[in-house]
Every structure is written in structure tokens, then in C-alpha cells.
């Protein structure tokens, strides 16, 4: 059985387990083997513990089955086979042989379900297909096994004419969807959602109600009554809560004087201070490794980080991003192609860029309208009036002029938000000015909107999307301008409120910061202090205003990135803002 029988195929064979996960669902065949996205959780996690032992190549198999002689028996580990017949590929767990018979074993943890056939059909499928690839390499096999670990008990299938032609069915499905390019929809209201450790990838419920909306609108204008029992989705359904990947990992920020540097020891990295460990952190609980000024890092430490696809981002001692060190760019190049797509097309940018800036100016007003004591009435009619226009914009210069008058009348009043009879009368906001900012309010709002470009920019990253392309702000050598459009809406609810945090709770002082002839920047410790009270503020757990469930400013970080990569995928036909009440 040669392992190379599969170089002379035209297409790419497709792993077997791929059509268990299109006999499960057709979306995530899609996203796993087309678009390349990937998510651990714990089932995943368990699985591949219950695999460590079948992982592992052991056994010696004769190269053809030719050469097998009758006697003789096999019984391999991780055996690795395809058939140039049907343009598949699999990792046989084990392979028991006797003679010119063959029997694969599957592996799978839990235990038999309560089924007639004790499998579920994905399983069955992908060990039928196992079956016919034995056979196309010069093996008799007619049934096979799954084993399941939990309850160490084998289930024996039969390779039945239903089965096989099933099996072959679902392949041919699953390699027309895969050359279609276009993603499949999602399942409406599928328990088999809720396991799936690429439900916030693929936002199944997110996506479904947007879609659904959208019909619901068109059904409405056409004046055609909706059945009672319509699966379209209402404002007060409630969404399953999302898990977003990445869940319990946290950033690690890295800051000081001359002489720190970061290495690796064992699963940890290792901060040291002139060659002296002063502190550390776990790689499998952090989520990025930002470094600020001219702290340096191991070439072991940037290998195992790239390697777990957990970035490292380069920043000034002001906070200014200067480089991302970061894996490989993300497989999903079908994502990618899209953002070129629509970065071309003048209308569509038009459109995102309205929803970018509308969302921030709803904010801004928002912010104002909620805190801001003794605030003109006609600031919010200005800024409400501001809004609508973004709307409607003709074009992008256009709705540039919008966002500027719109950020005037907002800054104009920005102080309004600081308690007067307490910590907020030490400081002195007129205007929003930069490069550099000139008193420590201006220092604030520019370093931390430095912080949430960098967290945008990871974002992006992790998804697959070129952070450097944007719709509203222009390409331009080294800004990444995809993660300014996205972060517009939460300048006002992220970097504005933890300005005015900071302020009225005293947690920040004049003497955290150092005034020059050049401008106004943020001492060690009181830099320190900004970050923390940042990441609070992305922590900190809000009811989302469209899906209902409670999730973290960070999440929605995630979600809004993943929506947009499905309206840029035609999914949903616009971009949701997000928008407080």
C-alpha cells in the first residue's frame, strides 16, 4: 500500500473526516475544508486525548496488497490511505488485517448512541468510506468498527449496498458544495449547534436572524402576510448565548525600563528584568503578547507563539503600533478574496463606511445624552441630524465632512462629562488635538484609541482579513485601515468611557503624566493604570442590542469582524453597527 498514490490526482483528495462533517452539517464541511477555520473546545480537546495512543504510526503494512500473503497478519496505528477512484484520503486508527481481509477501526470517545444502528450516520459514512478505500487499494472489507472509549465497547457496521451508496452520494455533495464557492446556509434552531466548537465562527443564529429580518422587511413592503408558523425569527426571540473562540485567554502586556526581555521556559513565558525573572504567564492562557518600547523577545519564545497562532504586537512607549509578529496569515483565503472584492467596488464601501460612521456618531450621541449634565438641547438635535445625513451620503468625502462636524459638536462638550466637584476639575479639555496631544486628556483619548486599533487589529488577524485594507479609511502605507473602520463605533463606548473613568474616579492624576516643549504623554505607572482600566472595560459584560444574550465588549469585537465577513460573503445583505441604547 503505497503512501504516494494520491500525487498523480488533479484535486486535492478530500479527508474522509471532512464528509462526516457534511453528513453533520454542510456549513461546517465548509468552513473546516474550504475556508480552513479551525476552533478547540473541550469535545475537540477530548478527542484528541482519546486519540494520543491511535496517533502514533506503529505496525508494519507491506507496501501493496499484492503483498500480503494469505498467512499473514496486520495490525497498524494511524495508517494513512487513499483511493485515486473516489479522490479521498483517510488516517485509518487501526488496521487489523488477515490475509487479504481488512477491518478499520475507528476511534470516537463517549459511548454507543441510542440509536438502531448505535453510530450516528456521520460516523458510519466516514467508516464505510474508510472501507472502500481498503478495498479500491486491493483488500477485501465488508464491515468495520467504531470503538467508543468511554464505555470500551466496539460497534460493528456492515458496509451494506444502502450504506455504500449513501456514503458515495454524500462524498459527491460534499466535493460540489467545496468547488461551488459559495458557503452553505446555516441550520435554524439545530441542537447541533450548541456542541459545536465552531459555532462563533460560523454564527448560526446571528446570521439567521439578520437573514431573516431582512426577509421579513421584503415580505412586508410586498404587503404578503406572514404564516404563524414562519421560522423567521422576532424581535423577541431569544439567541442561544454565543461562545466566541478564544474564551478564557487574556492578553499579556509587557512595559518598562531598559533591560526587560521575554523568553521561553517549559509551556510559560518568562518575563525578566536584566536577566532576573520577575513575573510570567502561561502561553495557553494568553490570547496576544504586547510589547511596549524596546523590550526584547526569544526567537524560541516568537516560534512557540506563532506556532499556537497567538500574535505579538510591537508597540512604541506612547502606545503607537509598530509591527505584529504574527503565524503564517489564516488559511481563509476565500475571505480575503472577498475583502479585494469589495474594497473595488465603490458602492459597497460607500455603504459599510455609512454604517461605520453612523454607529460611531450614535454612540458619541449616546454617551453625551446619558452623562453630560447641563448639555445644550440642540447638541443632540445636531448630532441626531448628523446621523441621518451619514446615512445618506453620496460619497466618501462627503461623509468625511459629516464625521468631522459631528466629532466638533461632540468634543465641544467632551468636558461636560467629567464631575466638576470632584477629580475632574484637575483637568483641562478645550478641543481634541494630536500628534502629538498637547494636555493629558488629548494623551488619554490618544493612547488608548491606539490601544483599541491594536485590539481591532488582532482581531482582524485571527479572522483572516488584511487589516491594512479598508472600506472607509484609504489604504496607506503601514495604517492598518480596515481595523480604524471597525473600531469607529466603539471610540465613544470603549476609549471615551475609560477616559471618563479614569478621571472622575481619581484613578488616574496630573502627575501620571509628563508635559514637554513637544506634547503630553503618560508616565510607566500611570500608563500601567490606562491599560488595566482598558482591559476591564473589554471585559466588562454588556446585553447585546440585536441577539439579546450578555457577552464582553472583546467578544463583540469578534462578532462584529464575523459579521462583517458574512456580509461580505452575501450571507447578509448589510453590516449591523452596534449601537447602544
Given at each position: 500500500?503505497?503512501?504516494?498514490s494520491?500525487?498523480?490526482?488533479?484535486?486535492?483528495?478530500?479527508?474522509?473526516?471532512?464528509i462526516n462533517e457534511f453528513?453533520y452539517?454542510?456549513?461546517?464541511f465548509?468552513l473546516?475544508?474550504?475556508?480552513?477555520e479551525?476552533?478547540?473546545?473541550a469535545e475537540?480537546l477530548?478527542?484528541?486525548?482519546?486519540?494520543?495512543?491511535?496517533?502514533?504510526?506503529t505496525g508494519?503494512?507491506?507496501e501493496t496488497?499484492?503483498?500480503?500473503?494469505?498467512?499473514?497478519?496486520?495490525?497498524?496505528?494511524?495508517?494513512w490511505?487513499?483511493?485515486?477512484?473516489?479522490?479521498?484520503?483517510?488516517?485509518?486508527?487501526v488496521?487489523?488485517?488477515e490475509?487479504?481481509?481488512?477491518?478499520?477501526?475507528d476511534?470516537k470517545r463517549?459511548?454507543?448512541k441510542n440509536?438502531?444502528?448505535g453510530?450516528y450516520?456521520?460516523?458510519?459514512?466516514q467508516?464505510?468510506?474508510?472501507?472502500?478505500?481498503?478495498?479500491?487499494?486491493?483488500?477485501?472489507c465488508?464491515?468495520?468498527?467504531?470503538y467508543f472509549?468511554e464505555s470500551?465497547q466496539r460497534v460493528?457496521?456492515?458496509?451494506?449496498?444502502e450504506l455504500?451508496f449513501r456514503?458515495?452520494?454524500?462524498?459527491?455533495?460534499?466535493g460540489?458544495?467545496?468547488?461551488?464557492?459559495?458557503?452553505?446556509?446555516p441550520?435554524?434552531?439545530s441542537?447541533?449547534?450548541?456542541?459545536?466548537?465552531?459555532?462563533?465562527?460560523?454564527?448560526?443564529?446571528?446570521?439567521?436572524?439578520?437573514s431573516?429580518?431582512?426577509e421579513?422587511?421584503?415580505?412586508e413592503?410586498?404587503n404578503?402576510?406572514?404564516?404563524?408558523?414562519?421560522?423567521?425569527?422576532?424581535?423577541d426571540?431569544?439567541?442561544?448565548k454565543?461562545?466566541?473562540s478564544?474564551?478564557d485567554?487574556?492578553p499579556?502586556?509587557?512595559?518598562g525600563?531598559y533591560g526587560?526581555?521575554v523568553?521561553?521556559?517549559g509551556?510559560e513565558?518568562?518575563?525578566?528584568e536584566k536577566g532576573?525573572a520577575?513575573?510570567?504567564?502561561?502561553?495557553?492562557?494568553t490570547?496576544q503578547?504586547?510589547?511596549?518600547?524596546n523590550v526584547?523577545?526569544?526567537?524560541?519564545a516568537?516560534?512557540e507563539?506563532?506556532?499556537?497562532?497567538?500574535p505579538?504586537?510591537?508597540l512604541?512607549?506612547?502606545?503607537?503600533?509598530?509591527?505584529?509578529t504574527?503565524a503564517?496569515?489564516h488559511k481563509?483565503?476565500?475571505?480575503?478574496?472577498a475583502?479585494?472584492?469589495?474594497?473595488?467596488?465603490?458602492?459597497?464601501?460607500?455603504?459599510l463606511?455609512?454604517?461605520?460612521?453612523?454607529?460611531?456618531?450614535?454612540?458619541?450621541?449616546?454617551l453625551?445624552?446619558r452623562?453630560a449634565?447641563?448639555?445644550?438641547?440642540?447638541?443632540l438635535?445636531f448630532?441626531?441630524?448628523?446621523?441621518?445625513?451619514?446615512?445618506?451620503?453620496?460619497?466618501?468625502?462627503?461623509?468625511?465632512?459629516?464625521?468631522?462636524?459631528?466629532a466638533?459638536?461632540?468634543?465641544?462638550?467632551?468636558?461636560?462629562?467629567f464631575?466638576?466637584?470632584g477629580?475632574?476639575?484637575?483637568f483641562?479639555?478645550?478641543?481634541?488635538?494630536?500628534?502629538p496631544?498637547?494636555?493629558?486628556?488629548?494623551?488619554l483619548?490618544?493612547?488608548?484609541?491606539?490601544m483599541l486599533?491594536?485590539?481591532?487589529?488582532?482581531?482582524?488577524?485571527?479572522?483572516g482579513?488584511?487589516?491594512?485594507?479598508?472600506?472607509?479609511?484609504?489604504?496607506r502605507?503601514?495604517?492598518?485601515?480596515?481595523?480604524?473602520?471597525?473600531?469607529e463605533?466603539f471610540?465613544?463606548?470603549?476609549?471615551d468611557?475609560?477616559?471618563?473613568g479614569?478621571?472622575?474616579?481619581?484613578?488616574?492624576?496630573?502627575?501620571?503624566?509628563?508635559?514637554?516643549?513637544?506634547?503630553?504623554?503618560?508616565t510607566d505607572?500611570?500608563r500601567?493604570?490606562?491599560i488595566q482600566?482598558?482591559?476591564r472595560?473589554l471585559?466588562?459584560?454588556?446585553?447585546?442590542?440585536?441577539?439579546g444574550?450578555?457577552v464582553?465588549?472583546?467578544r463583540?469585537?469578534?462578532?462584529?469582524?464575523?459579521?462583517?465577513a458574512?456580509?461580505?460573503?452575501?450571507?447578509i445583505?448589510e453590516?449591523?453597527s452596534?449601537?447602544?441604547?
Open positions: 500500500m503505497k503512501k504516494n494520491l500525487e498523480n490526482t488533479n484535486k486535492e483528495p478530500i479527508p474522509v473526516r471532512m453528513a452539517c454542510p456549513r461546517l465548509y473546516e475544508y474550504v475556508q480552513r479551525w476552533a478547540e473546545s475537540t477530548d478527542g484528541k486525548f482519546v486519540h494520543r495512543r491511535v496517533d502514533k504510526e508494519k503494512i507491506p496488497a499484492e503483498d500480503q500473503s494469505e498467512e499473514s497478519e496486520i495490525h497498524a496505528r494511524s495508517v490511505l487513499g483511493s485515486e477512484k473516489l479522490n479521498i484520503s483517510a488516517r485509518i486508527d488496521l487489523e488485517a490475509g487479504k481481509t481488512a477491518t478499520p477501526i476511534y463517549g459511548k454507543p440509536v438502531d444502528e453510530v450516520e456521520p460516523e458510519r459514512v467508516l464505510c468510506l474508510q472501507g472502500l478505500i481498503l478495498r479500491d487499494n486491493g483488500f477485501e465488508d464491515f468495520g468498527f467504531i472509549a470500551q460493528k457496521i456492515e458496509f451494506t449496498a455504500i456514503s458515495v452520494e454524500l462524498l459527491n455533495e460534499a460540489i458544495i467545496a468547488e461551488s464557492g459559495e458557503i452553505p446556509p441550520l435554524v434552531n441542537p447541533k449547534c450548541t456542541g459545536c466548537s465552531l459555532a462563533g465562527i460560523c454564527l448560526p443564529d446571528e446570521v439567521n436572524f439578520l431573516c429580518e431582512t421579513a422587511v421584503s415580505l413592503s410586498e404578503i402576510s406572514l404564516n404563524p408558523d414562519s421560522r423567521l425569527p422576532t424581535q426571540s431569544r439567541l442561544r454565543l461562545m466566541p478564544r474564551d485567554t487574556i499579556v502586556y509587557v512595559q525600563s526587560l526581555s523568553g521561553l521556559k509551556d513565558l518568562e518575563i525578566r532576573k520577575v513575573s510570567s504567564a502561561k502561553i495557553f492562557e490570547s503578547l504586547s510589547l511596549f518600547g526584547q523577545i526569544s526567537a524560541q516568537i516560534r507563539l506563532a506556532s499556537r497562532e497567538v505579538v504586537v510591537h512604541s512607549y506612547g502606545g503607537w503600533l509598530n509591527a505584529v504574527t503564517p496569515p481563509n483565503i476565500e475571505l480575503r478574496r475583502q479585494f472584492a469589495a474594497a473595488a467596488d465603490k458602492e459597497k464601501c460607500l455603504n463606511a455609512r454604517s461605520f460612521v453612523s454607529g460611531k456618531i450614535y454612540n458619541q450621541r449616546t453625551l445624552r452623562n449634565k447641563e448639555l445644550p438641547a440642540d447638541s438635535v448630532l441626531r441630524e448628523m446621523r441621518r445625513k451619514s446615512e445618506k451620503a453620496a460619497n466618501l468625502p462627503e461623509l468625511l465632512g459629516l464625521e468631522g462636524a459631528a466638533r459638536e461632540y468634543f465641544s462638550h467632551f468636558s461636560l462629562l464631575k466638576q466637584d477629580y475632574g476639575d484637575s483641562d479639555f478645550k478641543t481634541r488635538n494630536r500628534r496631544p498637547k494636555d493629558p486628556v488629548n494623551a483619548l490618544s493612547f488608548l484609541y491606539s486599533t491594536k485590539e481591532m487589529l488582532v482581531t482582524l488577524i485571527g479572522i482579513f488584511d487589516p491594512y485594507l479598508g472600506f472607509y479609511h484609504q489604504p502605507y503601514g495604517r492598518p485601515a480596515l481595523a480604524l473602520d471597525l473600531m463605533e471610540r465613544p463606548l470603549v476609549a468611557s475609560v477616559v471618563i479614569l478621571i472622575n474616579t481619581g484613578e488616574i492624576q496630573p502627575h501620571d503624566f509628563i508635559q514637554r516643549l513637544t506634547g503630553c504623554a503618560l505607572s500611570g500601567k493604570r490606562v482600566a482598558f482591559e472595560r471585559n466588562t459584560t454588556i446585553t447585546h442590542p440585536v441577539f444574550y450578555t464582553s465588549y472583546r463583540i469585537f469578534e462578532i462584529q469582524a464575523r459579521l462583517l458574512r456580509f461580505l460573503s452575501g450571507e445583505s453590516y449591523p452596534f449601537i447602544t441604547r
